[in-house]
């Protein structure tokens, strides 16, 4: 061996990271020729005449193999015994000659301090902007390193470990990881996921930017609401009065529908507080729901009030539908049969809220014993629901003629008039 590793030691040495999936049915896609020729980043052609110089040495066994997550077999490569004797004395030869093995092992079975205290400082700011991904992320955005320092899977995704991630995080200049996070906001901004977006944002310090995005896709943004958005939102730091109201609606939706009870609560108080009209009463409706959510009927009721009393010129059906509902589970039927009579005789703008006061008119005469009547209501909240369907269909078929594809507008006006029809009969 020369002052540094040839390209078979080098293979040899990538192997011997595999040896335990020798008798496994799925292998990783690293130890295929592509595998092979991206960790040592060399072509798959060079790969391949390598390869085939350690099957005749009896250093590599080739075989078929399911890939992890793949649908067929590909080739894949061992080491044979004599082959594991020889990675031995490539990894004694290295430490004598003082050679960094680093850049070709698979950092994902590296422990954080023994791999930042090896690492080259070259390859460090790479790791480090790796380290701060939450997800998965494309390989092929970083700038060039040893790719088998950075791993990665059959669709060529990046994902290190979670305790290597911190540790890595914990020992990197703050500044720096600023700078991490907004390369970060770019690539998940063309990726069009907001959550990540939004995420990278707060950790880059950039609250001005996370809560602009905040309220131009709140609803798209609640779509999906879980943990990792709660981590992101709640984390904006000094929100401008123009976007307190959403920001906040967000951060206490978010809580509620994910089980943080509490701090739902501490936000609804704080909107409650607010000298802005719309946020009192947002905050009086996602504590009403927060309350329906734990069963505490009474004060659901008495949050929905509290709304019903901020504005005293114009009826919000929804907060309406809430209050009746509230009282239904409580077990009052006559209130609410009189909310919900006076709302169907002045009538909806949205046909899923018609369809919720059936339902309510309903689920009264049931509880009052009028099974007829209950079964009228029913089949009278269906109907406003085919005809929000319908109304859904019609848009999605304007959508697409707008657009030119008129194939697709035919397909939604064609369901759109279906529906329609079965409405009818």
Request: hydrophobic share 40%; glycine share 4%; proline share 3%.
């Amino acid at each position: 061996m020369a002052g540094s590793l040839t390209v078979g030691e080098r293979i040899i040495f990538h192997l011997s990271q595999y040896t335990k999936f020798q008798d496994a049915f799925d292998v990783p896609i690293d130890i295929t020729q592509d595998g092979i020729a991206a960790a040592l980043r060399i072509s798959r052609a060079h790969a391949a005449l390598e390869l085939k110089k350690l099957k005749d040495s009896k250093d590599v066994a080739e075989r078929l193999s399911h890939i992890k997550k793949g649908r067929t077999k590909r080739k894949v490569y061992f080491l044979t015994t004599q082959g594991e004797s020889k990675a031995s004395v490539v990894k004694d030869y290295a430490q004598e000659n003082a050679i960094d093995l680093t850049p070709f092992q698979d950092i994902r079975k590296c422990k954080g301090p023994e791999l930042w205290a090896t690492l080259d400082a070259r390859f460090k700011p790479v790791v480090a902007m790796s380290c701060v991904f939450r997800k998965p992320f494309r390989r092929e955005v970083l700038p060039d390193i040893a790719t088998s320092l950075l791993p990665v899977d059959e669709r060529g995704m990046v994902d290190l470990p979670r305790d290597l991630k911190e540790y890595v995080v914990s020992v990197t200049d703050p500044e720096k990881l600023k700078d991490y996070h907004s390369f970060a906001v770019d690539y998940w901004l063309h990726w069009d996921d907001l959550k990540e977006t939004l995420y990278h944002l707060v950790c880059a310090k950039r609250f001005a930017d996370a809560e602009i995005l905040v309220f131009h896709h709140a609803k798209e943004l609640l779509l999906a609401p879980d943990e990792d958005l709660l981590e992101a939102v709640s984390n904006i730091r000094d929100v401008t009065r123009g976007y307190s109201g959403l920001v906040h609606y967000v951060q206490a939706e978010t809580a509620r529908r994910v089980g943080m009870h509490e701090y739902c609560l501490i936000i609804t108080k704080f909107m409650e507080a607010s000298s802005i009209p719309s946020e009192r009463f947002d905050g009086y409706m996602i504590e009403g729901l927060l309350h329906l959510d734990l069963r505490d009927h009474p004060n659901a009721y008495k949050a929905f009030i509290r709304a019903r009393g901020v504005y005293d010129d114009h009826i919000d059906t929804q907060l309406e539908c809430y209050i009746a509902e509230a009282l239904i589970r409580n077990g009052d039927y006559h209130e609410p049969r009189e909310i919900l009579e006076r709302l169907l005789r002045r009538g909806f703008d949205n046909p899923e809220e018609e369809s919720n006061a059936y339902y309510l008119m309903g689920q009264i005469a049931l509880k009052t014993g009028e099974d007829d009547e209950a079964l009228r209501m029913f089949a009278l909240s269906r109907r406003a629901m085919s005809s929000k369907r319908t109304e859904l269909y019609n848009k999605i078929s304007e959508m697409y003629y707008s657009i030119g594809n008129r194939e697709k507008s035919l397909e939604f006006a064609l369901k759109a008039n279906e529906l329609r029809l079965t409405e009818m009969f």
